[in-house]
T-cell receptor, first 112, second 114 residues
C-alpha cells in the first residue's frame, strides 16, 4: 500500500530565505507526482507535476525534483515571500487516471 | 476558462440526515474525483468517475455514493450522516490524453454535522 510522508509538518522562516520541503513515498512504481498549495479553507492549486520519466520541473521560484528509485521528491522555494504562506501537499499517482495519494502536508509560514 | 465548481460552499446537517454535494468539472474533462479532507486525517480518496462509470472507490462505507451525469458533472451523496463525516469535500477533474494528466481541484464543500 502506497504511503506518502511529508517532513517537516510545519516550517517558519523569515522572508527571503530559500527552503526545501520533503516528500517520500513507499512504492517507487508511480506514474507521476504533483505538488499542490492549499490556503486555509480553500481547495488545492496545482504547482508542479513531474512525470515518472522526469527528474525535475520548474515554475518561477519553484523547483521540484523526483528520485523514483529512492522514493523521494523535494520542493525548493527560492527567496520566500509572506504570500508563500500556505500548506504544501505532495501527491502521487499509481497509474494514469487513478486517484492521488496525498501526504499530510507541510504548513509554511513566512514572516516579513 | 472556468475552473472546477462545487456547490454548496457550506452545508450543515444533523446526524442521520442525507447530504448531496455537486461538482462541475472543467469543460472537456471527463473524469471526476472526490476526496475527503477531515481534520487531522489529510486528504483521502473517495470516488472516481469517468465517462459516466464508477472506476474506483476508496476505503469508505457504502453510504458514500455518487454518480456522474452525461454532461460529466457529478454528485456525491452521503447517507445516514455521522459526526465524523464533518469535513471538507473536494472535487477534482481531469481528462485522458494517454499521458500527462494533472487533476484540477475546486474549492470544496464544507460539510458540518451537528
Amino acid at each position: 500500500k502506497q504511503e506518502v510522508t511529508q517532513i517537516p509538518a510545519a516550517l517558519s522562516v523569515p522572508e527571503g530565505e530559500n527552503l526545501v520541503l520533503n516528500c517520500s513515498f513507499t512504492d517507487s512504481a508511480i506514474y507521476n507526482l504533483q505538488w499542490f498549495r492549499q490556503d486555509p479553507g480553500k481547495g488545492l492549486t496545482s504547482l508542479l507535476l513531474i512525470q515518472s520519466s522526469q527528474r525535475e520541473q520548474t515554475s518561477g521560484r519553484l523547483n521540484a525534483s523526483l528520485d523514483k528509485s529512492s522514493g523521494r521528491s523535494t520542493l525548493y522555494i527560492a527567496a520566500s515571500q509572506p504570500g508563500d504562506s500556505a500548506t504544501y501537499l505532495c501527491a502521487v499517482n499509481a497509474a494514469a487516471g487513478t486517484a492521488l495519494i496525498f501526504g499530510k502536508g507541510t504548513t509554511l509560514s513566512v514572516s516579513s | 476558462e472556468a475552473g472546477v465548481t462545487q456547490s454548496p460552499t457550506h452545508l450543515i446537517k444533523t446526524r442521520g440526515q442525507q447530504a448531496t454535494l455537486r461538482c462541475s468539472p472543467i469543460s472537456g474533462h471527463t473524469s471526476v474525483y472526490w476526496y475527503q479532507q477531515a481534520l487531522g486525517l489529510g486528504l483521502q480518496f473517495l470516488l472516481w468517475y469517468d465517462e459516466g462509470e464508477e472506476r474506483n472507490r476508496g476505503n469508505f462505507p457504502p453510504r458514500f455514493s455518487g454518480r456522474q451525469f452525461p454532461n460529466y458533472s457529478s454528485e456525491l451523496n452521503v447517507n445516514a450522516l455521522e459526526l465524523e463525516d464533518s469535513a471538507l469535500y473536494l472535487c477534482a477533474s481531469s481528462f485522458w490524453t494517454g499521458g500527462f494528466q494533472p487533476q484540477h481541484f475546486g474549492d470544496g464543500t464544507r460539510l458540518s454535522i451537528l
